[in-house]
């Protein structure tokens, strides 16, 4: 991620114009882009790590609500030059945080860094939280607290080439979180990359999606809340922005407003989402988080290979991955006896990087390379065979 140009945001009133950066898993920037775009969000531009988008306070509020792929939305509150110890502290120190933060709050330091002479990211967290707590103590003669788990607010600082941006976060708990999974997953995908998986399949958000290896059904609640047009923040209790000390009865009005509009976006007809598993296991889970999402999925216990839907719109699974498996060849082969079992199906694939894909009928789109956590992988795409023909 580049640092952002300083903006002047911490004080100016909520219409002030801000420039977001929405961090996104590695891979995953294109989607996160053309996502913000749909949204209406001006400004956006793909970076290394995330998107940039402009816009006041209160569109950072929106992107947090209606982003599928965010992992979090990050607003920068100053950048300075940071080549030794004392111009950080004095950087950090000079920043007005105040209407985020009071000694009643709690606040945590991230920190990274690239291509600098400080190092240590877990120095460089301390020393800015140092600053921060010492202008805090100046000002109100007490410090806020360190709260590892559960902060009110929440500070990231990027060095790169010996310049800091301090940023904000907006998200609180990160955005992937949508408060339907059941606990005990095995190898769940996060909700943000099943989103991104899912926007690269091209499906058409109206026919029936396939689930062939399903697990816990992150893809298929996911396809079942972009479906619905439903917003996935609104089913979180609370985004990090309403604990900041400027969040006033006018903000929360606001904030409110932005949430029964995107009630009122929802779209009540689904198609049909269905998911198959061999684990008996993995189906409990998928069915209680169905119940949670308050989504009707179609759950088959049985091998991937006998999955066949007619008229199905998009086939999108996530495989075991190479590490676990025993016979990656054989899943090989399963994998593209599915793509040619669907040929009117928009088809994706993440796959471990490693693992071998059997030959198709249809021509693959180019790979998209992509991070699950650490574990490089890939999305593989087909197009269906009547677009392909249209075209
Ligand atoms: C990586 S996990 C999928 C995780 C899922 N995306 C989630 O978020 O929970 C792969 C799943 O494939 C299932 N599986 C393995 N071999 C299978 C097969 N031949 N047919 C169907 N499912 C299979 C496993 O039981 C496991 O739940």
Same mark, same amino acid.
């Given at each position: 991620?580049?640092p952002?140009p300083a903006?002047?945001?911490?004080?100016?009133?909520?219409?002030a114009? %801000?420039r977001?950066?929405?961090?996104?898993?590695?891979g995953?920037?294109p989607?996160?882009?053309?996502?913000?775009r749909e949204l209406r969000f001006?400004?956006?531009r793909?970076d290394?790590?995330?998107?940039?988008?402009?816009g006041?306070?209160?569109?950072?509020?929106?992107?947090c609500l209606w982003?599928r792929?965010?992992?979090r %939305?990050l607003?920068?509150l100053a950048?300075?030059d940071?080549?030794?110890?004392r111009f950080l502290?004095?950087g950090v120190?000079?920043v007005d945080l105040?209407p985020?933060?009071t000694?009643?709050?709690t606040l945590?330091?991230?920190a990274?860094c690239r291509?600098?002479?400080l190092?240590?990211?877990?120095?460089?967290?301390?020393?800015?939280k140092?600053?921060?707590?010492?202008r805090?103590?100046d000002?109100?003669g007490?410090?806020p607290?360190?709260?590892?788990?559960?902060?009110?607010?929440r500070l990231?600082?990027?060095l790169v080439?010996?310049v800091?941006t301090?940023y904000?976060?907006?998200?609180?708990?990160?955005?992937?979180?949508?408060?339907f999974?059941p606990?005990?997953a095995?190898?769940?995908?996060?909700?943000t990359l099943a989103?991104?998986?899912?926007?690269?399949s091209g499906?058409?958000?109206?026919?029936?999606?396939?689930?062939?290896?399903?697990?816990?059904?992150?893809?298929?609640?996911?396809?079942?809340?972009?479906?619905?047009?439903?917003a996935?923040?609104?089913s979180r209790?609370r985004?990090g922005?309403e604990?900041w000390?400027r969040?006033?009865?006018?903000?929360?009005?606001?904030?409110?407003?932005?949430?029964a509009e995107?009630r009122a976006?929802?779209?009540r007809d689904?198609?049909?989402?269905i998911?198959r598993?061999?684990s008996?296991?993995a189906?409990?889970?998928a069915?209680?988080?169905?119940?949670r999402?308050?989504?009707p999925?179609v759950?088959?216990?049985g091998?991937?290979r006998?999955a066949?839907v007619?008229g199905?719109?998009a086939v999108?699974a996530?495989?075991?991955?190479?590490?676990r498996?025993?016979?990656?060849?054989e899943?090989?082969?399963d994998?593209a006896y599915?793509v040619?079992?669907?040929p009117n199906a928009?088809?994706a694939?993440l796959?471990?990087?490693t693992q071998?894909?059997?030959?198709?009928?249809r021509?693959?789109?180019?790979?998209?390379?992509v991070?699950?956590?650490d574990?490089?992988?890939v999305?593989?795409?087909?197009?269906?065979?009547?677009?392909r023909?249209?075209g």
């Amino acid at each position: 991620m580049d640092p952002a140009p300083a903006e002047p945001t911490p004080t100016a009133p909520s219409s002030a114009p %801000v420039r977001f950066f929405a961090t996104a898993a590695k891979g995953t920037e294109p989607a996160l882009r053309d996502e913000l775009r749909e949204l209406r969000f001006s400004g956006v531009r793909a970076d290394r790590g995330g998107v940039h988008f402009e816009g006041t306070l209160r569109e950072g509020y929106r992107a947090c609500l209606w982003s599928r792929i965010a992992m979090r %939305v990050l607003m920068p509150l100053a950048t300075f030059d940071a080549a030794n110890e004392r111009f950080l502290y004095d950087g950090v120190r000079a920043v007005d945080l105040e209407p985020f933060l009071t000694p009643r709050h709690t606040l945590v330091v991230g920190a990274s860094c690239r291509s600098s002479r400080l190092t240590h990211t877990e120095y460089l967290s301390q020393l800015t939280k140092d600053a921060v707590v010492d202008r805090l103590r100046d000002r109100f003669g007490s410090r806020p607290n360190v709260d590892k788990k559960d902060p009110d607010v929440r500070l990231f600082l990027h060095l790169v080439n010996d310049v800091a941006t301090l940023y904000l976060d907006l998200a609180g708990e990160p955005l992937n979180r949508r408060g339907f999974r059941p606990g005990g997953a095995e190898a769940p995908l996060k909700e943000t990359l099943a989103a991104a998986v899912l926007r690269y399949s091209g499906w058409d958000r109206k026919s029936a999606i396939v689930d062939p290896f399903c697990g816990s059904a992150t893809l298929l609640v996911e396809a079942g809340l972009w479906a619905q047009n439903r917003a996935p923040g609104l089913s979180r209790a609370r985004f990090g922005f309403e604990r900041w000390a400027r969040f006033d009865r006018t903000e929360k009005d606001v904030f409110e407003a932005q949430r029964a509009e995107a009630r009122a976006a929802l779209v009540r007809d689904l198609p049909p989402l269905i998911g198959r598993d061999t684990s008996e296991q993995a189906l409990t889970l998928a069915r209680s988080a169905a119940s949670r999402a308050a989504l009707p999925l179609v759950l088959e216990l049985g091998p991937a290979r006998d999955a066949l839907v007619a008229g199905a719109g998009a086939v999108v699974a996530n495989p075991p991955y190479g590490k676990r498996l025993a016979r990656p060849a054989e899943l090989a082969r399963d994998l593209a006896y599915l793509v040619d079992r669907h040929p009117n199906a928009h088809v994706a694939f993440l796959l471990a990087e490693t693992q071998p894909m059997g030959r198709t009928r249809r021509r693959p789109e180019p790979p998209r390379h992509v991070f699950n956590g650490d574990l490089p992988c890939v999305v593989r795409c087909w197009l269906p065979r009547r677009r392909r023909g249209d075209g």
